[in-house]
Nanobody, 121 residues
Framework: QVRLVESGGGLVQPGGSLRLSCAASGSIGSISAMGWYRQAPGKERELVAT???????NYADSVKGRFTISRDNAKDNVYLQMNSLKPEDTAVYYCNARARTIYMFRYADYWGQGTQVTVSS
């Protein structure tokens, strides 16, 4: 099993910054990609940013130029630096990893429990 634990969420004023962290642990064989998704009340979960082991990155248009995803492959950690936050960034942010365990060859998606980010004055 692969466990993902997020941290770093909280309340911030518009224009402020937050840094989310996600640590993967467990019987990890390999992680091909990690990413962040978010879900606002009444809305579907959406992609925020992803990063491969390359690394290559991909961002939602709504966060380009404001958010930066990074990864520490040695620690199986992924980070999301969020700057110039807007009220519409308010959501629960979920960490995702596409990984395989040491017991399986097939990759699967794993999710963290989520961390709340609230942008409000």
């Amino acid at each position: 099993q692969v466990r993902l634990v997020e941290s770093g969420g909280g309340l911030v004023q518009p224009g402020g910054s937050l840094r989310l962290s996600c640590a993967a642990s467990g019987s990890i064989g390999s992680i091909s990609a990690m990413g962040w998704y978010r879900q606002a009340p009444g809305k579907e979960r959406e992609l925020v940013a992803t990063i491969t082991s390359g690394p290559s990155t991909n961002y939602a248009d709504s966060v380009k130029g404001r958010f930066t995803i990074s990864r520490d492959n040695a620690k199986d950690n992924v980070y999301l630096q969020m700057n110039s936050l807007k009220p519409e960034d308010t959501a629960v942010y979920y960490c995702n990893a596409r990984a395989r365990t040491i017991y399986m060859f097939r990759y699967a998606d794993y999710w963290g429990q989520g961390t709340q980010v609230t942008v409000s004055s």
